[in-house]
């Protein structure tokens, strides 16, 4: 049966910060040899910490078995509010080092690629020459779901991509223009000179697309599906950016894909009506949790910079 802890004798006095360090450490590796290691302290210590750790709270916080560690109930409420307290707590770091000189700190942000090589590279030059001792850190990632583990862990500060509503109440979403999807091709192709299209032209035409789980194609789906047409047989499958943009510009291709990345790589727009729907490049944001300052001017340069793509025409 478990005791109630008091904070001020049991709690407050006893509850260290490395302590907590190290439980997170364990609950991520899933075993205690490994965030020894990981720690550059020994097993025993770890072991002792979280014993420790146990006692102080008055319950078990991880289950032992032979394939290592996992955090209990108990477990998983320490390492959900204990993660946002030491966020909040780096949080503060990053405010200080802003405050005593606004021109440094860091942004870390994950990106959808399509996005990436369209608005981010204007918003990184910007930025950059405002602030130019800010590191941005930037990763992939694909937002065709609502999981976005990195930014639930406060791994990363924004999200920037396509995410599709209704957004989850935890997010903060800031939509920054719309995107709708567009039958491209490269400017070269015959195709690129017509001035009306129709998608039953196009059934023999080698056509580019991606897996059936993706938004592009479940409403490439869904436009040939309003024709009473069957999809075309598909040439080649993938989500490479670089490889598309390629056999687009230097071949007969052509694809269903973002109007932003086709007129950034100078690709033509095809005269094909498609079923109308939003497609918001967005960024995204933990609702409850405080950016700190040089990530709130990120997020403004951002705004600022992709006003004109809302307003963008093919």
């Known amino acids: 049966m478990s005791r109630r802890p008091g904070w001020e004798v049991q709690i407050g006095r006893r509850l260290r910060l490395r302590d907590l360090h190290a439980f997170f450490t364990v609950t991520r590796c899933g075993s205690m040899a490994k ?22 709270f008055g319950v078990p916080l991880l289950d032992r078995g032979r394939n290592g560690v996992e955090p209990t109930i108990y477990g998983d409420a320490l390492l959900k509010r204990g993660i946002a307290a030491f966020d909040e707590l780096k949080q503060s770091v990053r405010d200080i080092e802003f405050l005593s000189d606004p021109s440094s700190g860091e942004v870390k942000l994950q990106c959808h690629d399509t996005v990436a090589a369209t608005i981010l590279p204007n918003v990184v030059r910007q930025f950059a020459a405002i602030y130019p001792q800010v590191v941005l850190h930037v990763d992939n990632v694909v937002t065709t779901t609502m999981a976005l583990p990195a930014l639930r862990r406060r791994e990363c500060d924004v999200i920037l991509g396509r995410l ?24 070269h192709n015959p195709l690129a000179r017509r001035r009306k299209l129709d998608l039953a032209e196009l059934m023999q035409e080698p056509w580019i697309l991606q897996a059936p789980h993706t938004w592009n194609y479940r409403r490439l789906k869904e436009a040939f599906d309003v024709r009473g047409l069957d999809l075309p047989k598909t040439t080649l499958v993938t989500i490479s950016m670089p490889l598309i943009v390629d056999l687009l510009a230097n071949g007969p291709f052509i694809t269903a894909y973002p109007r932003s990345v086709v007129l950034y790589n100078s690709l033509k ?13 967005v960024m995204a944001t933990l609702r409850d949790r405080t950016l700190s300052p040089v990530v709130e001017r990120f997020i403004e340069c951002a705004r600022e910079l992709a006003k004109p793509l809302g307003k963008k025409k093919s």
């Open 164 to 187: 599709h509503s209704p957004y989850d109440k935890d997010l903060h979403v800031v939509p920054l223009f719309d995107d709708p999807l567009v039958v491209a091709a490269g400017a």
């Open 269 to 281: 727009v095809l005269p094909v009506d498609l079923p109308v729907r939003a497609w918001p490049v």
């Open 35 to 56: 965030a020894a290691e990981e720690l550059g302290v020994s097993q025993p210590a770890i072991s002792k910490v979280i014993a420790d750790l146990e006692y102080v």
